[in-house]
């Protein structure tokens, strides 16, 4: 199966009653603040976050609902991509704009540790007011005895592979994910199987049967063999530091570690009528979007919310860019990304989202505490996990901007075996 959708009016922002925090509709449309570079203290937000694409769009939609009592945002989130720099307060430092899940861990370590941020920009130390949050789709293994962060699961996800919708795609739907990939990359004698792992990892050659349909290609660097007429598969990874990548690696056990691409895999393009290479970014279908044999991984919930881009953007006031160009999602094996129009939570490459944050500053600000946390020891009234669409007050903001809730009795998924994820549980998942 390959996913389609049609748009359909779902909701906006909620309202959010915690430490005087309250909504409202209606606010003109951004992405990052309203004043991404504040030259005045009245320009500033109280918590400012910064990282991963993935969740970026809801987050936006979050923080242009969530104000305080003046109508003021409580908390600011920047886009993983804009600007080359950003300021995000009136004496603060000027540093690169965080690029990922690991680029806004980075910065946030850089802040809390009063340190040098380590992004290539000379002699910038960011302070504790400059960050205070990062948003991660990437799981960070806690210790036993906690840590000095803390992630905090905030929303379900799922990643599948995103084949071209403007061509006829030769890539067929129902590749199954294969586990561990079958032998080393470049491998052209026998063909292995037609997995995503093995596609991934840049295997060699491989055929399989879907459908009734026999497919025979080869991923990687090829070679001259019985097999050399066999179509290339064109495979593209996100960008490094991109927490859809590290799982990716994650999910399908490549044998790589996650900074160092396979044979024959790419994360960078080189756009039509161009000769320069540009980054491929995460949830962005630019690369494949005209190759029929083109294939990258692809967060469900960030199609599904950009199939939405503009009733969000009217409702809600942000400024979602549908990025798909035209690439269709593919079901798994057997299992389909979306049920119904939205994401599929039996889909077996699951994950969760995160907040990531420094873990003693839930017990001293409280409006983090208030924003991040619901069921912890720090009893806060209301957080982001209660907000609702203010046209329909049934419909949960996670789930208008394409992600599912975390279950009451908690979440987990294959990829990160007996782990159970628990919303807004800010004191089990601690690491350093």
């Avoid at 995160?354 to 957080?383: C, G, H, M, R, W």
Wanted: aromatic fraction near 10%; charged fraction near 10%; charge should be negative.
């Amino acid at each position: 199966m390959r996913t389609r959708m049609k748009t359909t009016l779902f909701g906006a922002v909620s309202l959010i009653a915690a430490v005087g925090i309250s909504c409202t509709a209606g606010i003109a449309a951004n992405a990052d603040p309203k004043y991404p570079n504040p030259t005045s203290e009245s320009q500033e937000v109280a918590l400012v976050g910064v990282g991963s694409d993935t969740i970026q769009d809801l987050f936006s939609g979050l923080t242009q609902s969530v104000l305080d009592t003046g109508g003021n945002q409580v908390f600011a989130s920047y886009d993983a991509t804009g600007s080359a720099t950003i300021t995000t307060r009136v004496l603060g430092q000027t540093f690169t704009r965080p690029n990922g899940s690991g680029a806004g861990l980075v910065a946030l370590r850089s802040a809390v540790a009063g340190s040098t941020v380590p992004d290539g920009t000379a002699n910038v130390v960011l302070h504790g007011s400059d960050v205070q949050f990062a948003r991660s789709s990437s799981y960070n293994t806690p210790l036993a005895a906690g840590g000095r962060y803390t992630q905090i699961p905030i929303a379900v996800d799922a990643v599948t592979y995103a084949t071209s919708g403007s061509t006829t795609s030769l890539v067929p739907s129902g590749i199954a994910e294969g586990g561990t990939p079958s032998a080393a990359a470049g491998t052209i004698a026998a063909p292995d199987p037609l997995t995503l792992s093995n596609i991934f990892n840049g295997d060699g050659y491989l055929s399989g049967v879907i459908g009734g349909t026999t497919y025979q290609f080869y991923s990687g660097t090829g070679a001259s063999s019985n097999q050399a007429a066999w179509p290339k598969l064109d495979v593209f990874l996100p960008q490094e530091g991109s927490g859809t990548r590290k799982f990716w690696y994650t999910a399908l056990t490549l044998g790589y570690a996650e900074a160092t691409l396979p044979p024959g895999v790419l994360d960078t393009y080189i756009p039509s009528g161009t000769s320069t290479p540009v980054t491929n970014e995460e949830h962005d279908g630019s690369a494949i979007q005209s190759d029929a044999y083109g294939i990258e991984p692809f967060s469900i919930a960030q199609w599904t919310a950009q199939s939405h881009a503009a009733n969000i953007n009217t409702v809600y006031g942000t400024a979602i860019t549908d990025r798909r160009h035209g690439v269709l999602l593919n079901s798994v094996g057997s299992v389909a990304p979306t049920v119904g129009g939205v994401l599929n939570t039996a889909f077996p490459i699951s994950r969760p989202v995160f907040v990531d944050l420094e873990y003693a500053q839930l017990k001293i600000n409280p409006l983090l505490e208030a924003v991040f946390v619901s069921d912890s020891n720090f009893a806060a009234s209301s957080t982001i996990y209660n907000a609702t669409n203010p046209l329909d007050q049934s419909t949960n903001v996670i789930t208008d901007f394409g992600f599912a809730k975390i279950p009451a009795a908690g979440f987990s998924t294959p990829v990160y075996g007996s782990v159970v994820f628990k919303q807004g549980d800010a004191t089990d998942y601690r690491f350093n």
